[in-house]
């Protein structure tokens, strides 16, 4: 694989001033990175210069197409993602008007995911990599959210406590410094993206769950069912949404709620619950946050991930970074969802620090976050079920 900086490295180490002293000066670097992201249902391709500005982002959604089975469909995701990874990677490079041989580097999604998709990006990231001799990293997709957050915001400052919520993945995160992370909480079944999503089509409401539930709650009373937050018997800042989503099916059980129908507009007791389901999941989410956050002394609060387009959620997060005196950093709504610049900007810092991958690089799909403390974090977690 050839070096890094192909592109960028514009300044000598030591110049001679022209009374004859050599001034010592700092090497800056131009780094432009392709990152390439299949890891469920989305298709996409970027070119992020330095890890902070998005040159191109090319996004191809498959909802329209797993919308009437109410959820991703493994097969045909991977069908979808063979068929568009090609125009999609040559798109982003029309769009930044940038020659592919240009690039410094790639950065790929190995995990976690759908295997079938997984596969698809980390073959073609490979293969270019090979054909284009550059160095390549795999990048897990929960540490991609993190760095959504890296385009519009002022840099990070370290420690940081990071939210991640999506529809696969619920997860707080101790950040003590760049590429360092412990977890500090996690769901034992359902992430908070899946909980709307199930009870968005429990409802009638469609798929994805989410942007629907969230827009019928602002003309609902989130008080008007009484829903108790998820805590854990064994005392640990876990996540647990299964529970709330029996708790919504036994309230329409029993109140006779019917689901609405194609074509009808959704009755005030669905706008009702839709406010208070989406209430106590903001509030689990953010409750935890604030209660952890003093044993880490974060400097900053990180919040991203699909659920982290959520109105409510936003707000919320704001809230209680200012009872804790810390900034609160979010993507903006087209960065929350899955996406290529976020992998691109998390791999620009493993290929600075020097991190190459192997062509024998694969897709892993139960992939973790974490590299501290981990015998203390599986002490503290023994007989505890996760649900993978």
Known sequence: MSPLYTSGEVYHSQLIHASGHRLNTVRIYIVLVL???TSCDETAAALVRDGREIVSSVIASQIALHERFGGVVPELASREHLDKIVPVVAEAFTRAAIDMTNIDGLAVTVGPGLVGSLLVGVS????MAFALNKPIVGVNH???HIYSVAFENPPVQYPALALVVSGGHTNIFHIPSPGKYKVVARTRDDAAGEAFDKVAKMLGLGYPGGPIIERLAREGNPQAVRFAIPRMGDGLPDFSFSGL???VTRHVRETGMRPVQNGEQPAQNIKDLAASFQSVVVRSLVGTLERVAPDFGPRTLIVAGGVACNGALREAS??????????AYFPSPHLSTDNAAMIAAAGTVKLVAGERAGLDLNADVTLRLQNLDLEEEALKRAGVRYRL
Do not use: D, F, S
């Open 35 to 37: 990152g390439i992201e």
């Open 318 to 327: 704001r809230t209680a970074a200012e009872r804790l005196g810390v900034p």
């Open 245 to 247: 989503k029996t708790a």
């Open 124 to 127: 073609y990231a490979k293969a």
């Open 142 to 144: 929960i540490e991609g």
